[in-house]
T-cell receptor, first 114, second 110 residues
Framework: EAGVTQFPSHSVIEKGQTVTLRCDPI?????LYWYRRVMGKEIKFLLH????????ESGMPNNRFLAERTGGTYSTLKVQPAELEDSGVYFC????????????FGPGTRLTVT | DAKTTQPTSMDCAEGRAANLPCNHS???????VYWYRQIHSQGPQYIIH???NNETNEMASLIITEDRKSSTLILPHATLRDTAVYYC???????????FGTGTRLTIIP
């Protein structure tokens, strides 16, 4: 089966611009997660969807970040306006419906804000 | 979720068993031990998980002490492709998010 895919693989934008990251989970996976690693820091959880509903968005850093998962399939993460500290690698992961134990991660999107 | 402590880095000779320790002395009875790894420039990859009993799969073995305060991930025959950062994560079943620490950077030496 196809794995989790993320688009784009790299994005370079200027401060103040908007960027939208996309994640396509494994087919049939109701759970979808976003994580990120900013420079020199640990991988941090951002939020978790169950189908189209936000189950846990406790890791979202501020209201410049907006995640959506319309129809419960792919998800987008929009950063508007982007700041320098948003630079890092954004990972998406998906898993089967409960009882879930294994999260399958995508390759990540490297975001650089200049 | 309970906090884990891992060595910052380890080396292992190719073909030998790699034993990666993890301390989780504050683990609760309903928390599982998970291991993930991140090979350079890739997304994290699930390896194995367990609650109380030792577990084995095609990638690795997980040994959990009887008091559950520590565990060891064993890669039985390490190859160069096993060079990665390995994360020990303690997580409540049903609590979906993963809390990554700094992990152990494992280097396999030819």
């Amino acid at each position: 089966e196809a794995g989790v895919t993320q688009f784009p693989s790299h994005s370079v934008i200027e401060k103040g611009q908007t960027v939208t990251l996309r994640c396509d989970p494994i087919s049939g996976h109701d759970n979808l997660y976003w994580y990120r690693r900013v420079m020199g820091k640990e991988i941090k959880f951002l939020l978790h969807f169950v189908k189209e509903s936000k189950q846990d968005e406790s890791g979202m850093p501020n209201n410049r970040f907006l995640a959506e998962r319309t129809g419960g399939t792919y998800s987008t993460l929009k950063v508007q306006p982007a700041e320098l500290e948003d630079s890092g690698v954004y990972f998406c992961a998906s898993s089967h419906p409960l009882p879930s134990y294994e999260q399958y991660f995508g390759p990540g999107t490297r975001l650089t804000v200049t | 979720d309970a906090k884990t402590t891992q060595p910052t880095s380890m080396d292992c000779a190719e073909g030998r068993a790699a034993n990666l320790p993890c301390n989780h002395s504050t683990i609760s009875g309903n928390e599982y031990v998970y291991w993930y790894r991140q090979i350079h420039s890739q997304g994290p990859q699930y390896i194995i998980h367990g609650l109380k009993n030792n577990e084995t799969n095609e990638m690795a073995s997980l040994i959990i002490t009887e008091d559950r305060k520590s565990s060891t991930l064993i890669l039985p025959h390490a190859t160069l492709r096993d060079t990665a950062v390995y994360y020990c994560i303690v997580r409540v079943g049903g609590n979906e998010k993963l809390t990554f620490g700094t992990g152990t950077r494992l280097t396999i030496i030819p």
